[in-house]
Each structure stands twice: as C-alpha cells, then as structure tokens.
C-alpha cells in the first residue's frame, strides 16, 4: 500500500474508537477474510469478520457498521441478496462487493442495489484501501446530505405550520372585525336584525352550489356579513318607518352601496369585499344602482349578493310589511332569470331551495 492511500486510511479512521468507522468483511473464505482485516487494521483496530450472510446478519443485529466488504457468491444466501437486503434496513451502511469472477452482468447487478464499489480477487492492498477510503467519504457525505435534507424538511414544516397558525390567527381576527362591522347596521335598524347574516349564508351556499373556488366562496361569505355597512350613515327613522317611503329618502338608503365602498376600499382584503359591497344592487339589465352596470360588468359575487339580497329581504319581515315568504321570493327571481337577474346565480338559488339543501335560518 503507498503512503497516500495509507494516510487517507488514517484520516478517516483517526479519532477515538467511537469515531472510527466500523467495518465487516464477509467471506466463505477464512484465508480471504483475514487478509482484508490485516489490511485495514489502522491504530490497533480489527474489523469484525462473518463466514456467511447468515453470520453477518447476526452482527448486525448487535451494532451498525458503515461499510460491509462482501464475496459475491458464497454458500447459502449469495452476497448480492445479502446486500440488496442490508441496503434496504440499513440505507446508511456502504457497501463493495469482492469477488474472484470479472464478470460485468454480476458487477452490473452490483451497483444496481447501491453498492460503492467491485474489486476482483485477488487484490491489491492499495486497490482494496483506495476503493474502502472512497466508500468511507462517498457515505459520509451522503450520510450528512440526508441528515441536512431532513433537518431542512423539518425546518420547513415548522415554519409551514408556524404560518398557518399566524394565518388562521389572522383570519379568526379578520373574520371578529368584519363580524363587529355588520352587527353596527344590526344595531342602529333592529327591524332586519340578522338581514346580513342570513344573505351571508344564502349566498354562501349559491357559490358553493355554482362550484367557486374556495377563495371566492369565503369573499362571498364575508361580504354578506357586511354588505349593508353604508346603511350607517342612513338615519334609522328612515331605516324603521313603518309606512311608504319619500323619493328623497329612497336616494339617502340609496347611497348606501357607495358608501359602503369607501369604507372598505382602503382595507385590503385578499378578497374584492369592497367591489361587491358597491355593486350588490346592481342588475344584469342596467336597471340597478349606483353606477347602473349590466351583464358581465357586474362581478359575479356581486350577482350572487344581488339574488340572496332579494330572496331574504322578501322572505323575512320588514317595518313596511310582514313577510312574503320564500315561496314568493323564489317566484321573483325565477319571473326576473335573465334579465333582472343572473340564470345561473338564480337557478343555483332555486335548486338549493327545493332540493331542501338549505334552509333560511331564523
């Protein structure tokens, strides 16, 4: 062996004994097996030496080893099963096949389970020291890659998990505010106490039965709780007259979509609460307000606000009038498809209604 492969040797195995890599050689041949163990005996070490598989896997079951030297073929289970299965358990335990046949489908077949290296008896002591030297470094790298990929995957995870909490923080906050918002509408106009809720919950379920995506069936849902929030700013013997209301003040309770959009144009929202807090009296014939847009100018969500709007409003009670029921309200819609009204927003309405998925709450 020259002084090269010597010292490399040495390198790797320098270090106090729980340092040094421990090494098994197997062999059916004892004159073989020792050979290789005076070869790498560095600083007073011996390598543990097994007759057979069988032998060696009664080795393993005592301690790790982090390179095996096994003969190809020995009697019983060969060295390629032998190792194909140590490589399986113990994916961080190296491998070099020795064998007295050069014969390329067996050293193919090698290094298709994962072993590091095939040295062809009889050997040289430099060839077998470079080859052990090589594998020793190849899985020390690999050994601490996997450890840094694991320590990375966990770091990851932590921070993932982390993240969702802060984000379902925030969304339990966000979702307490715009919750507080709707219930100051509620509080200067009792007589549609839970107006906002239950439209909420109208258009909620519409989106899910228009299939939207998770992202715009919860903008749906918050704008619902708040689409009346420019009614603040409605005096509240407007808002509770009991009798026929003025033109004029049909323009103030007007004015509430708008509104509504400047007080929540400034927040950001990751969803367009404000856009559909402006438009939810809009209609697809133009015939709505404030800005009169029709058709596909109107965002979808605010079509759906639009129809769960109307469906609430004429089921439930109102200080001008009792009730009309849900029956009438479907009736509207279903008369006004198409024109007043978005055909899909309406029949997605009309269908979780009389195939009894929902029902309006109290």
């Known amino acids: 062996m020259n002084n090269s492969a010597c010292d490399r040797m040495k390198g790797i195995l320098k270090g106090s004994d ?10 059916d041949e004892e004159p073989v097996r020792r050979l290789l163990g005076r070869m790498l005996k560095v600083n007073g070490d011996t390598c543990t030496l097994a007759a057979n598989a069988a032998e060696a896997r009664a080795f393993m079951k005592d301690q790790k080893f982090d390179l095996i030297l096994c003969d190809v073929r020995m009697p019983g289970e060969s060295g390629i099963d032998f190792i194909r299965y140590v490589l399986f358990e113990y994916p961080e335990t190296a491998a070099i096949m020795v064998t007295a046949v050069d014969d390329p ?23 077998v020291m470079i080859n052990v030297s090589n594998a020793l470094r190849r899985r ?5 890659n996997q450890r840094h990929r694991k320590n ?10 982390t993240l969702k909490n802060t984000m379902n923080d925030l969304q339990k ?11 100051t509408v509620e509080i200067r106009d009792p007589y549609t106490a839970g107006h906002q809720r239950r439209v909420a919950e109208i258009a909620y ?4 039965e228009m299939g939207l995506s998770k992202q715009q069936i919860e903008g749906v849902r918050m704008a619902g709780v708040i689409h009346d929030i420019g009614k603040m700013t409605v005096p509240a013997e407007i808002l509770s007259k009991p009798g026929k209301i003025t033109e004029h003040e049909f323009g103030i309770i007007k004015s509430h979509p708008e509104v509504g959009y400047n007080i929540l144009k400034k927040i950001d929202f990751p969803w367009p609460i404000a856009q559909i807090v402006y438009q939810h009296h809009e209609r697809m014939d133009g015939s709505g307000y404030p800005q009169g847009l029709s058709g596909e100018d109107i965002l979808l969500e605010a079509r759906i606000m639009a129809v769960a709007d109307v469906v609430e409003a004429m089921a439930s ?12 309200a ?8 198409g024109g007043v009204y978005d055909p899909e927003v309406v029949d997605a309405c009309l269908r979780i209604f009389k195939e009894e998925k929902f029902k309006l709450g109290a």
């Open 152 to 161: 990375l995957e966990k770091l990851v995870l932590e921070r993932t998990q």
């Open 140 to 144: 020390k790298l690999e050994v601490e």
């Open 105 to 127: 489908d067996v050293a193919e077949a090698a290094l298709e389970i994962g072993a590091y290296g095939y040295i062809i008896k009889p050997f040289e002591s430099n060839e």
């Open 330 to 337: 479907l009736e509207e819609i279903e008369k006004n498809k």
């Open 205 to 208: 379920a519409i989106a899910i």
């Open 317 to 328: 009670h109102r200080p001008y009038r009792p009730a009309l029921g849900i029956d009438i």
């Open 173 to 183: 906050a966000m979702d307490g505010i715009i919750e507080a918002m709707g219930l």
């Open 18 to 27: 729980q340092d040094k890599p421990k090494i098994m050689i197997v062999d």
